[in-house]
């Protein structure tokens, strides 16, 4: 079952181009490792697709249905790279950020229900923050409040899960549990994951496809492929197509 | 100073009106100073503010009651400010600024060219609760029940939208609306709050009450109520104090608002001094 479709994109910021001629499929399960410069459009794409952007040519499909009129935004997880108004002294608690998760479902007016009391509190158990649910925000070490996005994403069980750059904060020991977690939400719970990262080296442990990006798709397709891709050789170089390919610990 | 206890107080109707109506609008901006102090939007009240002087100014010269005239051109105003952040690209600080120094010059013009009410436009400067009419507190009231009815109805919104607002898009909140929403709420309360402290202090009530609760909240929750509480407090005490002590009633309003901060402030260093001192390394809140 195709979960998301995205056809022939295209955007400028202003006048430069930021992303040509982006096509792509993903399907129920996959993870996709996306991948690629600073400036190559991998945030953009996830923008677009999320409807935060508005892109210039092309069409992205979300379940069957046309980005612009798709509603059913609780089978979307995200986790964005910072939030946009979060700020160290916000007063709201653990519990309370995790519960932002579910407005996604709920029609006016958004109301937490006991059945909801439940999904919040098994979502603060899957990221292992239910000891600090009490906790202000701002309280919090950077890889807690990570975890509490992470919770605030899942909450809802979302089908496709959506995360930029998520690691980039967190040391390395956190680093790898927040991969395996993600890896157990893939595997056992089928959530679709998408996830920009710098972390090539990490990414082939767990992706189960690639998307490299440069503005254009540079590659698309299983990691088996990729590195036994000739072209990707010529592109990336023996050693970073090797260092993407590395997939043991 | 006037010996007079809080039950003889409450024997005068005049001082009965300005607590009713005082306190209504004391948990209003106390709510939305919440909102507001969290999205770096702290002195739109001090901008919608200059702007009501200046509908009082027109209110005057039209021979109207001056809430009937200000409370559209306020929320116009309200949603200039808003208009301005979005396509002309500014900061919340410089929209606040436009759109608050044409208000305010367009009242001294009116005062200027008409002449003759100078003194009732400025008496709008500083108010005067204790002279609160019987339809000036239904009207305070009933103000107060549909900003709040607003904000308990989109609360959840409210708060999604505040904490991080490209989250609350993806999640399919209408986040224009909401901010629209806030403004216009705003721009309500601003000009009911003329009557309690005047216009030169609105903003007071607006952020004291918030910026007090954020020292010792302990959700987002309890910011609100603690707001609340201390905005209401603030009202009644000052009132009383304003009567007991013969001063004037707003600026009272505004001090006893400080003080509350100041010992939530005080407060706040005594109990993180203490949680170090327990367990050290504890990140500063």
Redesign the interface.
Known sequence: MKILSVEQLGFRYNSVEVLSDISFSVDAGDYIGLVGPNGSGKTTVIKII???LQQEKGSVTLFGTDSSAF?D?QR?G?L?QK?????P?????VK??VS??L??KQR?????TKDDQALIYDAMAMAEVLDIS?A?I??LSGGQQQRVLVA?AVVNKPELLILDEPTTALDPEAREHFFKVLYELNRRENVTVILITHDIASIGKYASKLLYLDKKVVFYGSFEDFCLSENMTQYFGEFTQHLICHRHD | MIDMDIVTALQYEFIRRAFIAGSFIALVCSILGVLLVLRRLSLIGDGLAHVTFGSVAIALLLRQHPAIVAIPIVMLSSLGILKLMQKARLYGDAAIGIVSSIGIAAGILIAARSGGFNVDLFSFLFGNILAISNAEVITSIALSIVVLSVIILFYNEHFSTTFDEEFARVSGINVQKINALLVLLTGITVVLTMKVVGIMLTSALLILPAVTALQIAKSFKHTMLLSSLTGVASVIIGIYASLVLNLPTGATIVMVNFFFFVIAFLLRHVVQKKRRSIRPGLPEL
């Open positions: 999320l409807g935060l509603r935004r979307i995200y964005p939030p946009t108004h979060f700020n002294h916000f007063p709201a608690t309370e950020i932002l998760g407005f996604s006016f007016p958004k109301r937490i009490d202000l701002g309280e605030r």
